[in-house]
């Protein structure tokens, strides 16, 4: 980590914990913290597993597999979502700007 990286306290399930995070990379970690806290909280309410530890890797085994079966192609791929989005955003630009030039 560079030396412009800054500390910040997240809290995951209630337990605080202190991060070094690259002001850039901020909004992207507290996305990550806040998808945590609430994988880690359906599995805490669900009852079925006990204790922080064990909460946290049935947590990451999920998010493991969400992520290899999007990365696979079994399942939704977001980064060909997002292209396509990115493709129909350029049309539509070029169609209005076609039609500002007609008044």
Do not use: P, W
């Amino acid at each position: 980590m560079a030396d412009s990286a800054k500390t910040i306290e997240i809290s995951i399930l209630g337990r605080n914990y202190r991060i070094a995070c690259e002001e850039n990379e901020r909004a992207g970690l507290m996305e990550a913290v806040s998808y945590l806290d609430g994988k880690m909280a359906a599995i805490k309410k669900a009852g079925k597993v006990t204790g922080t530890d064990r909460m946290a890797v049935m947590a990451a085994l999920n998010i493991a597999h969400e992520f290899l079966t999007m990365k696979l192609g079994n399942g939704f791929d977001i980064g060909q979502a997002k292209r396509r989005i990115s493709q129909i955003e350029a049309k539509l630009d070029a169609a209005i700007a076609q039609q500002d030039k007609l008044f």
